[in-house]
């Protein structure tokens, strides 16, 4: 009975039904980079800065040398959104919106162009750093689980079993996380 039943679909794409979302955050290290939000969000800007300096090359974006500080900007806010920082995304999230933003009051000036195009743009890559956003917001609320059964403790980090009353790791250098009591 469960096969024949459909997926519900939302129409709005921004949201994360409750299966990928579960898979996202309990795959979250093993997921390949184009299968995570983050990833995602990594390869598009990256690939969207890779072409755009391509293009500045042949004249026909913007002078080279701008582009590579635009580079120079980005490279680590993408390797901190990479590695999940929230604030990286909520950065990448504002550094976009700005842009695109910007791109329309340089139409809007007489610098040429359609205005929707950077609407468009914006459209199609935000959804990924929402989603990225909502997996690292979901991840954040997870809470690691340090004692096991036989009450023995291990670093939420490196899993090293520690002593218990540790205050940092000392495999990894972590402060260590109190232990989740058992009920």
């Known amino acids: 009975m469960e096969q024949n039943k459909q997926k519900k679909k939302s129409f709005w794409f921004w949201k994360i039904d409750e299966d990928d979302l579960k898979k996202q955050v309990e795959n979250y290290q093993t997921l390949k980079i184009t299968r995570s939000y983050r990833g995602m969000s990594f390869l598009i800007i990256s690939a ?3 072409f755009s300096l391509l293009l ?4 026909a974006y913007v002078d080279p040398t701008a582009m590579i500080w635009g580079i120079l900007i980005y490279l680590p806010i993408l390797f901190f959104v990479f590695k999940g920082r929230r604030w990286a995304i909520v950065l990448l999230m504002i ?5 695109k933003g910007y791109n329309l009051y340089e139409i809007g000036q007489g610098g040429g162009g359609s205005v929707i195009m950077p609407i468009i743009w ?7 750093f929402w989603k990225a956003l909502v997996v690292e917001n979901k991840r954040r609320k997870l809470v690691p689980a340090l004692k096991d059964l036989s009450g023995s403790v291990f670093c939420h980090k490196c899993g090293e079993q520690l002593e218990t009353n540790s205050k940092f790791c000392s495999k990894c250098g972590v402060k260590v996380q109190s232990p989740i009591m058992s009920e």
Do not use: A, D, Q
Not at 95 to 99: G, K, Q, R, S, V
């Open 122 to 128: 914006w459209l199609i890559v935000m959804p990924y």
């Open 48 to 50: 969207l800065l890779g």
């Open 56 to 59: 500045s090359f042949f004249g």
């Open 95 to 99: 550094m976009w919106t700005f842009e």
